[in-house]
């Protein structure tokens, strides 16, 4: 049981815009900064946002992240079939004094 | 452009203890926090614990008691041990590096797979 709460999947067609929920509450989400991370098959997590809605050098503008109360969101827009794979967020969670990552949502491109 | 590159015994048995090791290519090693993160078959992601330059710890409460995380200056590495292993620490386990201040991991190592079993 996971701290933080994805979908545990998504999908859309090519072209598509689709957006992964990332729950929590006021320990969490609610005061620190949320990251994104991609996960190719067999390959390590890659940082795709970071500080809620920073994107690192490198990564496309079509992927965006937000957030609002305890709850973030990740966007993918102009789908593609390179972007399935599974996407974790991630923060602190002051009330177990622990980095926290959600279940995990993997993106199905139809 | 900071690099890790990880490694460690993969196979292991009940009760023995787990050890990898983290090098730190390229960059500042004293500017970070060097975290280990593992990922369970089939799972999600579980952070373990973390060391800075100045050996400072954190741990993950739900496994500090088996948890030990330390740092070599002198090889710019850092390294991961968990006592009494069972089955349900087979996992990938990561190295990766974190910002002072901020909790995202920007580099990740390639991971080491490791079993345990009888």
């Known amino acids: 049981q996971s701290v933080l709460t994805q979908p545990p999947s998504v999908s859309a067609a090519p072209g598509q815009k689709v957006t992964i929920s990332c729950s929590g509450s006021?320990?969490?989400?609610?005061?620190?900064?949320v990251s994104w991370y991609r996960q190719l098959p067999g390959t390590a997590p890659k940082l795709l946002i970071y500080d809620d809605n920073e994107r690192p050098l490198g990564i496309p503008d079509r992927f965006s992240g937000s957030k609002s109360d305890t709850s973030a969101t990740l966007g993918i827009t102009g789908l593609q079939t390179g972007d399935e794979a599974d996407y974790y967020c991630?923060?602190?969670?002051?009330?177990?004094?622990?980095?926290?990552f959600g279940g995990g949502t993997k993106v199905t491109v139809l | 452009q900071v690099q890790l590159q990880q490694w460690g015994a993969g196979l292991l048995k009940p009760s023995e203890t787990l050890s990898l090791t983290c090098a730190v290519h390229?960059?500042?090693?004293?500017?970070?926090?060097w975290n280990w993160i593992r990922q369970p078959p089939g799972k999600g992601l579980e952070w373990i614990g973390e060391?800075?330059?100045?050996?400072?710890?954190n741990y993950n409460p739900s496994l500090k008691s088996r948890v030990t995380i330390s740092v070599d200056r002198s090889r710019n590495q850092f390294s991961l041990k968990v006592t009494s292993v069972t089955a349900a620490d087979t996992a990938v386990f990561y190295c990766?590096?974190?910002?002072?201040?901020?909790?995202?991991?920007?580099?990740w190592g390639q991971g080491t797979t490791v079993t345990v079993s009888s």
């Open positions: 990766t590096k974190r910002r002072p201040y901020h909790y995202d991991m920007d580099v």
């Open positions: 390229g960059g500042s090693f004293s500017d970070y926090y």
């Open positions: 060391i800075h330059h100045s050996g400072s710890t």
């Open positions: 991630g923060t602190w969670d002051s009330s177990v004094s622990a980095v926290v």
């Open positions: 006021s320990s969490n989400i609610g005061n620190n900064y």
